[in-house]
């Protein structure tokens, strides 16, 4: 049986055209970005004139409005960004997506009435995320797109925070929130809504010296979860959500209203519920990438849900080639499906690149089909329709006309020698009263009720619709017609504004921000290190100089914990645990975390706000990782109200911007190979493990060298954690700071990081020293720091952003 209330349904517009065709297809909130601020800056976007109209065309239907703001933001954008939301608060704008952390304090601070929901940038994995972010005022919570369903459920069942969800669309191969490829690859931050979907791009994988696998070996297929809404729905999700503010009306037009027919039948006939074959044609033929796949719901990741042969849409397989003569040009095709004059298609050679055209004669499944086109086909060649005019033309007449309408009631009263009156109202307490013409008795034809009903109740092109009209009138009365239409249009005009009024909020003063002063530059550092392995880490206990090392949480370190914390107490270092990079509340990690609050430990390393509300009251030191995306003063000052003792600042950061953002309590990576992704989808287990859908492969605890290079030949070595069988790919060059440290050192930050992660202990070593010597004196460089930097200089390695920054 149905779950509690009918979860909304929410859809995407990129456009206004993308935000009619969700309207009057069935949604209940669209959700959509202007044309600052917001991620997808690649989507057509609004401009504030146009968000004010997409929010009353909506609120005039019913349908809520949120506007996306989900991305991180510079020191120097957040005043900009708060006027942005001085206006969209005016407008009636129903709720924010929202990711800075430090954006979301300024929100809180100058508007606390507007609605807040949590975008899935801020890498929700958990129930100890949700209810965090549900304390700090957000309604909702977009969960991370890898949770499946017996994960939910326990989320929802155990918050009072509503959940949502992504349920058709585009997947990230990346956790959303801890990709950083895009940026250092191009300088385009996906976090700042720039993404240049590096993901989209062919790679082949190696073992060594081994070629394993080639193609788009991080291209994920689209989800689909029509066939299991049910269990989406008994999960307790409160908002079903439709990826795709980049794709086009049709696309949202014809998503969306398969959506509202599933859940309503759901809702309807539980029983009974059963998705047509018809249907799952649609939403092939709109966007597939090789089919679809259940994401994560249903599955922990696999082959399965790649689309390893081509990273764009496919369209609806409706043929095969049955002969060819190149001589001729002359391919003949056995259809499968009908094609109609307009429809584009394209047939898949097998050496590319494939080759199309369009359809100019109309023709029904089962048919022979002869086309003039010149390219390597052969007879078998698998024949697709890209574009559906059929499909598309139906879906366009959904919005060209609004069909979507607004139930209202009304009493209409009819007295003799006293004005025609009209009340109106809606079902969310807006209400007027209007009056026109005196009635006057009838000298022979009287008026009757069914001819006044039938003009009263004719809304046309209002956005309303009679859901019951109550007529009161004496028997014997007159009225013209035209008396009758000015009434109903000024009552219907008075409700429309009656209904914007309340959706609009009263413009508040905006304080401007205080101007905060740039921090004294603090030239003495302390050096920290972040180690992966024993090797590693015995390696940086030995070197003088290091203030501080943090263990990542394996079960190498959980095992020598103690022997680690005493080693460190004998040299005066600190030691803390890193907590894990994706904490999905596995019962493993659950008792280590147990384990290290128990320890002597001085510290953690937190990943995400769950995990800094499950530390918060241990009485250790608390920093705040570089992962939750700090990129301006104010979420620094939220990491350390929460209790966080120093905060990492964002490796997107330029110098610039740490400058006038950091204090001693701040810390900078300057060292290591970067974590470019962090991915469920493994390509060590898809490809040379044979992972299909369970959680674990065959390479479990491998010991190889993996790595992917891209088509510029470019290396990105491949971290594995078989234990909770995740995945990080590193840049190929390290971030190495040496050549231009006393640059990187002349700021506020207390401390600097250098991160090892495939290094051995000799490497490890060889570095850090380097750095501790630098670190105590930039001025001083032995010959044997001179010698690591024209190694490293041949090598190869990277600045980072600290020079560049990001767009």
Same mark, same amino acid.
């Given at each position: 049986?149905?779950?509690?209330?009918?979860?909304?349904?929410?859809?995407?517009?990129?456009?206004?055209?993308?935000?009619?065709?969700?309207?009057?297809?069935?949604?209940?909130?669209?959700?959509?970005?202007?044309?600052?601020?917001?991620?997808?800056?690649?989507?057509?976007?609004?401009?504030?004139?146009?968000?004010?109209?997409?929010?009353?065309?909506?609120?005039?239907?019913?349908?809520?409005?949120?506007?996306?703001?989900?991305?991180?933001?510079?020191?120097?954008?957040?005043?900009?960004?708060?006027?942005?939301?001085?206006?969209?608060?005016?407008?009636?704008?129903?709720?924010?997506?929202?990711?800075?952390?430090?954006?979301?304090?300024?929100?809180?601070?100058?508007?606390?009435?507007?609605?807040?929901?949590?975008?899935?940038?801020?890498?929700?994995?958990?129930?100890?995320?949700?209810?965090?972010?549900?304390?700090?005022?957000?309604?909702?919570?977009?969960?991370?797109?890898?949770?499946?369903?017996?994960?939910?459920?326990?989320?929802?069942?155990?918050?009072?925070?509503?959940?949502?969800?992504?349920?058709?669309?585009?997947?990230?191969?990346?956790?959303?929130?801890?990709?950083?490829?895009?940026?250092?690859?191009?300088?385009?931050?996906?976090?700042?809504?720039?993404?240049?979907?590096?993901?989209?791009?062919?790679?082949?994988?190696?073992?060594?010296?081994?070629?394993?696998?080639?193609?788009?070996?991080?291209?994920?297929?689209?989800?689909?979860?029509?066939?299991?809404?049910?269990?989406?729905?008994?999960?307790?999700?409160?908002?079903?959500?439709?990826?795709?503010?980049?794709?086009?009306?049709?696309?949202?037009?014809?998503?969306?209203?398969?959506?509202?027919?599933?859940?309503?039948?759901?809702?309807?006939?539980?029983?009974?519920?059963?998705?047509?074959?018809?249907?799952?044609?649609?939403?092939?033929?709109?966007?597939?990438?090789?089919?679809?796949?259940?994401?994560?719901?249903?599955?922990?990741?696999?082959?399965?849900?790649?689309?390893?042969?081509?990273?764009?849409?496919?369209?609806?397989?409706?043929?095969?080639?049955?002969?060819?003569?190149?001589?001729?040009?002359?391919?003949?095709?056995?259809?499968?499906?009908?094609?109609?004059?307009?429809?584009?298609?394209?047939?898949?050679?097998?050496?590319?690149?494939?080759?199309?055209?369009?359809?100019?004669?109309?023709?029904?499944?089962?048919?022979?089909?002869?086309?003039?086109?010149?390219?390597?086909?052969?007879?078998?060649?698998?024949?697709?329709?890209?574009?559906?005019?059929?499909?598309?033309?139906?879906?366009?007449?959904?919005?060209?006309?609004?069909?979507?309408?607004?139930?209202?009631?009304?009493?209409?009263?009819?007295?003799?020698?006293?004005?025609?009156?009209?009340?109106?109202?809606?079902?969310?307490?807006?209400?007027?009263?209007?009056?026109?013409?005196?009635?006057?008795?009838?000298?022979?034809?009287?008026?009757?009720?069914?001819?006044?009903?039938?003009?009263?109740?004719?809304?046309?092109?209002?956005?309303?619709?009679?859901?019951?009209?109550?007529?009161?009138?004496?028997?014997?009365?007159?009225?013209?017609?035209?008396?009758?239409?000015?009434?109903?249009?000024?009552? &219907?005009?008075? =409700? $429309?504004?009656?209904?914007? @009024?309340?959706?609009?909020?009263?413009? !508040?003063?905006?304080? /401007? +921000? #205080?101007?905060?002063?740039?921090?004294?530059?603090?030239?003495?550092?302390?050096?920290?290190?972040?180690?992966?392995?024993?090797?590693?880490?015995?390696?940086?206990?030995?070197?003088?100089?290091?203030?501080?090392?943090?263990?990542?949480?394996?079960?190498?370190? &959980?095992?020598? =914990? $103690?022997?680690?914390?005493? @080693?460190?107490?004998?040299?005066?270092? !600190?030691?803390?645990? /890193? +907590? #894990?990079?994706?904490?999905?509340?596995?019962?493993?990690?659950?008792?280590?975390?147990?384990?290290?609050?128990?320890?002597?430990?001085?510290?953690?390393?937190?990943?995400?706000?769950?995990?800094?509300?499950?530390?918060?009251?241990?009485?250790?030191?608390?920093? &705040?990782?570089?992962?939750?995306?700090?990129?301006?003063?104010?979420?620094?000052?939220?990491?350390?109200?929460?209790? /966080?003792?120093?905060?990492?600042?964002?490796?997107?950061?330029?110098?610039?911007?740490?400058?006038?953002?950091?204090?001693?309590?701040?810390?900078?990576?300057?060292?290591?190979?970067?974590?470019?992704?962090?991915?469920?989808?493994?390509?060590?287990?898809?490809?040379?493990?044979?992972?299909?859908?369970?959680?674990?492969?065959?390479?479990?605890?491998?010991?190889?060298?993996?790595?992917?290079?891209?088509?510029?030949?470019?290396?990105?070595?491949?971290?594995?954690?078989?234990?909770?069988?995740?995945?990080?790919?590193?840049?190929?060059?390290?971030?190495?700071?040496?050549?231009?440290?006393?640059?990187?050192?002349?700021?506020?930050?207390?401390?600097?990081?250098?991160?090892?992660?495939?290094?051995?202990?000799?490497?490890?070593?060889?570095?850090?020293?380097?750095?501790?010597?630098?670190?105590?004196?930039?001025?001083?460089?032995?010959?044997?720091?001179?010698?690591?930097?024209?190694?490293?200089?041949?090598?190869?390695?990277?600045?980072?952003?600290?020079?560049?920054?990001?767009?």
């Amino acid at each position: 049986m149905p779950f509690g209330r009918k979860p909304e349904l929410l859809a995407p517009a990129g456009s206004m055209e993308s935000l009619r065709a969700a309207v009057n297809n069935g949604c209940d909130a669209v959700y959509l970005g202007g044309k600052e601020f917001s991620a997808r800056q690649y989507a057509g976007n609004f401009s504030l004139e146009e968000l004010e109209e997409a929010c009353d065309y909506c609120h005039l239907r019913g349908v809520r409005v949120y506007v996306t703001v989900n991305t991180v933001y510079k020191d120097g954008e957040l005043a900009g960004f708060l006027s942005f939301i001085g206006r969209l608060y005016h407008m009636g704008v129903d709720a924010l997506i929202i990711q800075d952390i430090g954006a979301v304090k300024l929100v809180k601070e100058h508007y606390p009435a507007m609605e807040l929901h949590a975008s899935t940038q801020m890498t929700a994995n958990s129930l100890a995320d949700v209810n965090y972010w549900y304390g700090q005022g957000f309604q909702k919570v977009v969960l991370s797109r890898e949770l499946t369903l017996p994960e939910i459920r326990h989320i929802t069942e155990h918050t009072e925070a509503e959940v949502e969800t992504f349920i058709h669309g585009a997947l990230c191969v990346c956790y959303s929130g801890q990709c950083i490829m895009s940026s250092m690859l191009g300088g385009r931050s996906g976090n700042r809504g720039r993404c240049a979907q590096t993901c989209r791009l062919p790679y082949t994988l190696y073992c060594g010296y081994d070629k394993v696998a080639e193609g788009y070996l991080l291209s994920p297929k689209d989800v689909a979860t029509v066939t299991i809404l049910p269990e989406l729905m008994e999960a307790g999700i409160a908002s079903l959500k439709i990826e795709g503010r980049m794709k086009n009306p049709e696309y949202v037009a014809g998503v969306t209203r398969i959506y509202r027919k599933y859940i309503d039948l759901y809702f309807e006939d539980p029983e009974h519920y059963e998705v047509s074959a018809e249907d799952m044609k649609e939403l092939t033929q709109l966007f597939n990438r090789g089919g679809f796949t259940e994401g994560y719901y249903t599955a922990r990741g696999g082959l399965d849900m790649m689309s390893v042969e081509r990273p764009k849409t496919w369209g609806l397989k409706v043929g095969m080639v049955d002969a060819y003569l190149p001589k001729y040009r002359k391919v003949t095709i056995r259809t499968r499906e009908p094609l109609i004059p307009g429809d584009g298609i394209e047939i898949w050679t097998q050496k590319g690149p494939h080759v199309g055209c369009n359809i100019t004669k109309s023709s029904k499944a089962g048919e022979f089909i002869t086309l003039t086109l010149e390219g390597d086909i052969e007879k078998n060649d698998v024949v697709y329709r890209t574009y559906g005019k059929a499909l598309n033309d139906e879906l366009r007449k959904t919005w060209e006309k609004d069909s979507r309408k607004l139930p209202v009631w009304g009493i209409w009263k009819a007295r003799v020698g006293e004005p025609m009156a009209l009340q109106l109202w809606d079902n969310r307490g807006s209400s007027v009263y209007v009056t026109g013409d005196v009635v006057e008795r009838a000298s022979n034809r009287p008026l009757t009720e069914e001819a006044l009903r039938q003009q009263a109740e004719k809304m046309g092109a209002t956005p309303f619709v009679f859901a019951e009209l109550a007529i009161e009138m004496d028997e014997d009365i007159y009225i013209g017609i035209s008396s009758i239409n000015r009434l109903r249009r000024e009552g &219907a005009q008075a =409700l $429309e504004q009656a209904i914007l @009024k309340k959706s609009k909020r009263k413009e !508040e003063a905006q304080e /401007a +921000l #205080p101007e905060r002063k740039t921090e004294r530059n603090l030239l003495k550092k302390r050096v920290t290190v972040l180690v992966q392995t024993l090797e590693q880490f015995e390696a940086a206990v030995r070197q003088n100089g290091v203030a501080r090392i943090y263990l990542e949480s394996t079960k190498d370190f &959980a095992g020598q =914990l $103690e022997s680690c914390v005493e @080693k460190c107490r004998q040299k005066g270092i !600190e030691c803390f645990v /890193a +907590l #894990p990079r994706v904490d999905r509340e596995r019962p493993e990690d659950e008792k280590r975390l147990a384990q290290y609050l128990h320890s002597e430990l001085d510290g953690f390393l937190v990943r995400s706000a769950g995990q800094l509300g499950a530390v918060a009251q241990s009485g250790k030191k608390i920093v &705040a990782d570089h992962n939750l995306n700090v990129m301006n003063r104010s979420s620094v000052e939220f990491w350390k109200a929460q209790g /966080a003792d120093e905060v990492c600042l964002s490796v997107e950061n330029n110098l610039q911007e740490i400058r006038a953002m950091a204090d001693r309590d701040c810390e900078m990576i300057v060292y290591g190979y970067l974590p470019l992704m962090t991915t469920q989808q493994c390509p060590v287990g898809n490809f040379a493990g044979g992972k299909k859908s369970g959680e674990y492969c065959s390479k479990r605890y491998h010991e190889d060298l993996y790595f992917l290079r891209d088509r510029k030949g470019e290396k990105f070595p491949l971290m594995t954690d078989c234990e909770r069988c995740v995945c990080g790919i590193l840049n190929g060059k390290p971030l190495f700071t040496l050549k231009f440290y006393d640059e990187v050192l002349e700021n506020a930050v207390g401390s600097v990081r250098l991160q090892f992660t495939k290094e051995g202990p000799g490497r490890t070593e060889r570095i850090l020293r380097a750095y501790c010597e630098m670190t105590k004196d930039p001025q001083r460089c032995g010959a044997e720091t001179k010698q690591l930097l024209q190694q490293m200089s041949e090598k190869g390695s990277t600045k980072g952003h600290f020079f560049r920054g990001v767009e």
